[in-house]
């Protein structure tokens, strides 16, 4: 076995699971006492008192939730990240997580190196420990199996099927940036034609490798929320499931659709696009629902909590929960819009 | 979508996640109230007071874990039992658990409704529930990533790095099994070679498809267990890492190794086979370090809880832990044996 520590390649692959648990993975618990550095078959996680745990998993695989080639440090991040944008959703305080990585053959030292990095930048952004997980070589894309576990004071869970008719919807940050950061990895000649800078395709491309969990609602949901989501396969979709679980309809109004200069610039030169801000993947920002009655002062708390936040971000008025059972995306003329998918469905 | 429940060709590819969920998962679901009938986005568990949770994920995948041709039930069974052993071994009660299915194509309702009632069965046996999960398509084998969430009093779980020379070594059951299972089923004609009838190769067989986690072991492990873990890539080498964990070393007199009929006549017929009971995977046994003065109550509180076990099993005494740092395994005249392998690497 070759030491990690050695003067040798960092582009040869690395030779067993010891070499990657021992030399990457194993720092990333040495916060938590419960992961036994990785050296136990399983991890203790001991409950702060009369807490709930909020447990969540995504895998996500290359070619499917990023591409193959992007710098390993951003996949890690995104890895975490979109699990993490559950526990956000939820109210609850991000505390640990278990990973199962599985790769067709051995990653180098060098990706290796990059990817422990990106997840030990997110851990720390997220305030979590790794405490345990598994490391194992398959045919098929390479696949990160994250579980997380967060906390919400017991019962306090935020839910997505507890809209009421009448609830005022928000949504955090704005959609569509990392569908079209997507689209640009795929064809970076969009830019020109959507007229934008490279400044501006930079940061699309940054929402789509590095999305930004929007912990710092926690609570504003917790106290505010009737239900609440994150958005992970486009606001049509997810809302409509927010909608089912909950036996309510809702309508939207796509000019509230919160965008940010290259979505309305992408629209403005293409308005197919509005298929990337209300039907793509990968928002993860948050999806809420809240009492009319309490709506001014969610947003107010909202808009606060999402500009102290570190990455800041918005929070827009997009629509009303109400008893139709069907979710409308009304237009500037107040007519209907449909689409021709209806969001992103991983199977 | 077509309705599981209609008279259509159970041979049909499944549409879609959610026909997967509702109809096959979420009763699987529907003993715990925080898992929201698998309709949100996050499970919510609430830990016992005064517990440590103690968690696990461990995929299993086609071709690697599980042959494509197994029975769906077994499957299904298998993929649990491997993690639960895991809790088994810490003297852990399994709670909960989750589930990301990954198919490279959809499967149809018969594969679907056989994984989720062996699921259904092993949930049964082992005592939790499904409360949360993922499913999507993506290439390479079908793989089933489930972590598991079981209790144990604080502070109290049984680790695997803390041996200490003097202990006795014990493993429950009888090792190779599952080994010998899986030649049987690659290669049926080895049933003759071996001497062995029908019965006895179905058992081997069913060692390979349906483990059984010793959770009747529990009480006795928390009671006087110095160290112990599961074995599921062979005695040699897990007890080389149960070794390096305590910075100990052991002896094992592998005339005390315990085998089945199965196991004594394929090592009869081949002596070659003892690379199957020693240095093979998948046996889901337990291995204790016992410290010596505790042996005899051990040995007896260990009998008896295999004996009252649904499916009783046996325990034995193989050997001792030492401080020379190398594990040696010694044939009946006392002198040391070597492997070709020393056992099952998953990278």
């Known amino acids: 076995m070759t030491s990690p520590h050695s003067e040798s390649d960092p582009d040869a692959p690395l030779d067993g699971e010891a070499a990657i648990i021992e030399a990457y993975l194993a720092p990333l618990a040495a916060g938590y006492p419960g992961a036994f550095g990785l050296k136990d078959d399983c991890a203790a996680f001991t409950p702060a008192p009369g807490q709930d745990l909020v447990v969540k998993t995504d895998p996500v695989a290359s070619d499917i ?8 440090g951003d996949i890690a991040w995104k890895a975490l990240a979109v699990n993490v944008s559950d526990l956000a959703a939820k109210g609850a305080v991000p505390r640990a997580y278990l990973m199962a990585l599985s790769f067709p053959e051995a990653p180098t030292r060098r990706w290796m190196a990059a990817f422990a990095s990106g997840l030990a930048e997110a851990q720390a952004a997220f305030g979590m420990s790794l405490i345990g997980g598994d490391t ?4 098929g894309p390479v696949t990160i199996s994250i579980t997380v576990i967060g906390e919400v004071p017991q019962g306090s869970m935020v839910r997505r099927g507890t809209t009421k008719p009448g609830d005022v919807l928000f949504v955090t940050g704005t959609l ?3 569908a079209l950061g997507l689209a640009l ?9 959507w007229s934008i800078d490279e400044a501006a395709a930079a940061a699309a491309r940054q929402g789509y490798r590095r999305p930004q969990p929007r912990l710092a609602m926690r609570d504003v ?3 505010y929320a009737s239900a609440a989501m994150d958005l992970s396969d486009g606001l049509a979709k997810d809302l409509g499931r927010m909608c089912r679980a909950g036996g309510t309809g809702a309508t939207v109004s796509i000019e509230a659709i919160p965008r940010d200069p290259v979505a309305s610039a992408a629209v403005k030169a293409d308005p197919a696009r509005w298929q990337d801000v209300l039907a793509s993947g990968d928002d993860y920002e948050i999806l809420v629902a809240v009492d009319a009655g309490k709506a001014a002062a969610f947003e107010a708390a909202a808009m606060l909590a999402g500009r102290e936040a570190t990455e800041p971000f918005g929070i827009s008025r997009i629509g009303a929960i109400d008893a139709t059972g069907v979710v409308r995306f ?3 003329n107040g007519r209907p819009v449909t689409f021709a998918r209806t969001g992103w469905d991983h199977f």
């Open 176 to 178: 569509g940036r990392s």
């Open 221 to 223: 949901l917790r106290r």
């Open 185 to 193: 990895l795929r064809n970076p000649a969009l830019a020109a034609r």
């Open 65 to 72: 939730h990023f591409l193959r080639d992007d710098p390993p």
């Open 330 to 332: 009304l237009d500037g």
């Open 136 to 139: 194992d070589r398959r045919p």
